[in-house]
């Protein structure tokens, strides 16, 4: 007898709409990216995804000190009205679906927006869009907090009462989990430190609006999140964000229309996987990536944006980034995906993975709220990323994990796509000054007395606990800066200095590091103390992970460490260098800002006689600026390819004693 199967209907009678199809991107001017969105608009791009440079991001204009080399690398500099007009020019933002990459300053930055929308003669009513406004991860994983935890998360409530009130079709919050995975997150970690900053805010929120109308609120919440190039525990993660997601919503807070308990995310693939060496093979990991997050229809995202595969070399170019674009068109026009449904329902495999992972979210979800939620947890969920970040790394170096021409098959020929201008794009240095002379002749054209009356209003809203959008829509209009209205938000309630989640104790993770706790031993009996190893990150730049693994593991072998977390100026760096007296200096910058960042600690190093400190340098640094970081008298360079982290501890040890530098 033939054995019956059951048929299983697979076919739609319409096929589905594609996600949104979007670049991250903006870099030097308005102007510039203005263009750059229009042509990649033309090219069939479906939504905006607007990159903001650190000044912006972390709420200082481009003439601030803080800002020194940072303007326009990582994004687009945005100081005022004028400079928001012409980004956005010749594009109508009532037709647009715009996500602003945007945290501490995202109520300033959607004020900026919708003042403009209003210039245009848009209805507000209509905008459609996303700020990401999460607060918590940047404490935890990114590092663009301006304000401490508590008035941050009152803030991303205002932005979403006014939202509701005002922009109904505004996603007023992207829970960001993107950076907690790029900062060594486990899936589990992943999925409930990103569902725990979810609870807080709609904690903070529910008193704000009639109970009739939360679930229409809770509804507007979205997330952004990361896949991986584990695909399959990927894909299951994001069936595991669904079915939780929908469970917190109904049960913790009572919401019955299914509509509203939808789980509604955009993603961008992991960049933090994109490798310097053999960067061709990044094509195939964004591509696969990709795939978690559209395979499934239960989880498909609302919209996907791609990095480019020359991103751990740098900026990309036009092309590279029209290369990202056609592989989503590519999967959504020509191949049959959207005509189907589930592909993955009562599938026993992914079944049995999802409900693993949900299981091991629920366990650190009750951990977590056994501390009092996320805004208590911060410092614990920090040293939980660092531990697994760690492990991550320890992986790598240790071939458990295999990358692909990093640690095995190493050999290769030389990359085509890398022509004669590096195969990136890089920011003009001449772009900062002009920047900044717009900026004056900003300020000298306004009307200094409206902007003086606006901030008062704005101090007096934030001071009394009203909600902060109203004023800082008005502030906007009357011509106030980025910085100035950040520093508004200072004044009333103080700055912030994250958790580095590196502790000075040792960890467990010393196997295999018996020869360099030896090595470090000896150079410090032979220098009469410990050797010290001080860890810098100056400018701007909140990417630590490197910095925070670098510090990790110095620690456990023997060093004594100097690690005071992101954002410092090159003052304090050699303040700390006097006070501490380290043997080697170590300074990690990510966002393309090395050049003059460097160069002022090199001076200024020379200027307080410690020229003698050996400087070591790592970050993303193409070849001729690693020859100028030289001459400046940097040591040692490192880059994403120097992954094997004992090479490193190895050079320090060498470079503070003669007897083994002697020897080699």
């Known amino acids: 007898m033939r054995p019956r199967f059951k048929r299983l209907p697979m076919t739609q009678t319409q096929k589905d709409r594609p996600w949104l199809i979007r670049t991250y991107a903006g870099h030097s001017t308005a102007k510039a990216s203005n263009a750059l969105y229009r042509g990649n608009l033309a090219k069939g791009q479906t939504g905006l995804s607007v990159a903001f440079d650190l000044p912006t991001q972390t709420g200082y204009d481009s003439d601030h000190k803080l800002a020194r080399g ?14 928001m007009r012409v980004l956005f020019d010749q594009i109508p933002l009532e037709q647009m679906n715009t996500s602003m990459t945007i945290n501490a300053t995202a109520p300033w930055l959607l004020a900026l927006y919708i003042a403009v929308a209003e210039e245009q003669g848009a209805d ?41 009130n005002n922009v109904p079709k505004w996603n007023p919050m992207n829970v960001c989990s993107y950076h907690l995975q790029e900062a060594g997150a486990t899936p589990e970690q992943e999925l409930s430190f990103a569902l725990a900053t979810a609870i807080a805010v709609l904690d903070e929120l529910q008193p704000r609006v009639p109970a009739e109308d939360f679930p229409a609120m809770v509804g507007r919440i979205s997330f952004f ?8 525990t990927e894909m299951c993660k994001m069936r595991a964000f669904v079915d939780l997601w929908d469970e917190i919503c109904e049960t913790r807070y009572g919401v019955s229309d299914p509509k509203f308990r939808r789980f509604r995310y955009g993603v961008q693939v992991n960049s933090l996987g ?28 609302r919209a996907v944006q791609l990095p480019a595969w020359n991103e751990a070399l740098g900026l990309p170019r036009p092309w590279d980034q029209q290369w990202s674009m056609r592989m989503q068109q590519i999967l959504a026009y020509e191949t049959d995906l959207l005509e189907y449904g589930d592909l993955f329902d009562g599938n026993a495999v992914v079944d049995a993975k999802v409900e693993a992972l949900k299981e091991g979210a629920r366990a650190e979800l009750a951990n977590l709220e056994s501390m009092g939620g ?57 772009v900062e000054q002009a920047q900044i002379t717009r900026l004056q002749d900003w300020r000298a054209e306004r009307d200094n007395d409206a902007v003086a009356r606006a901030l008062n209003a704005l101090r007096e809203a934030a001071a009394s606990g009203a909600n902060i959008m109203p004023a800082s829509i008005a502030a906007a209009k009357a011509g106030a800066t980025t910085g100035e209205w950040a520093e508004e938000m200072r004044k ?28 470090v031993d000896a150079a410090s009996d032979r220098l009469g103390r410990r050797l010290k190893f001080l860890v810098g990150k100056p400018g701007l730049d909140g990417h630590s992970n490197g910095a925070e693994q670098i510090a990790f593991r110095a620690r456990d072998c023997g060093m004594e460490i100097v690690y005071e977390g992101i954002r410092l100026t090159p003052e304090e ?23 003059p960042l460097i160069e002022e600690v090199m001076e200024r190093l020379k200027q307080a006689g410690l020229g003698h400190i050996p400087v070591i340098v790592g970050g993303i640094i193409p070849e001729d600026d690693a020859h100028k970081l030289q001459t400046m008298g940097v040591t040692k360079i490192y880059t994403p390819k120097d992954f094997e982290l004992n090479v490193i501890m190895s050079d320090i040890v060498t470079l503070v004693d003669p007897k083994k530098a002697a020897a080699e």
């Open 124 to 164: 507000i009513s209509k905008l459609q869009g996303t700020v990401q406004n999460d607060l918590i991860k940047e404490y935890l994983s990114r590092g663009t907090y301006v304000c401490p935890p508590k008035p941050s998360l009152k803030m991303i409530a205002d932005v979403a009462e006014y939202c509701y």
């Open 573 to 595: 760096i050699i303040t700390a260098a006097q006070n501490e007296t380290p043997h080697v200096i170590g300074l990690s910058i990510l966002s393309g800002s090395h050049i």
């Open 374 to 430: 996320a805004i208590s947890a911060i410092d614990y969920m920090k040293s939980r990323l660092v531990d697994s970040n760690a492990e991550r790394l320890n992986r790598i170096e240790r071939n458990e994990t295999i990358v692909v021409g990093v640690n095995k098959w190493t050999e290769g020929e030389p990359s085509p796509l890398q022509t004669e201008d590096g195969g990136i794009m890089v920011v003009d240095p001449a």
């Open 70 to 83: 940072e303007v326009g690398k990582v994004g687009v500099p945005v100081c005022h009205l004028g400079d």
């Open 225 to 232: 999140v990361n896949a991986g190039i584990r695909f399959v």
């Open 492 to 519: 009333v309630h103080g700055t912030y200095r994250g958790p580095t989640g590196v502790s000075q104790a040792v960890s467990n993770k010393t196997e295999g590091l018996d020869d360099l706790r030896a090595a």
């Open 274 to 301: 994109l490798t310097e060496q053999q960067p061709e093979n990044n094509v195939y990991r964004i591509l696969i990536e990709m795939l978690a997050v559209t395979l499934s229809k239960k989880a498909r995202a």
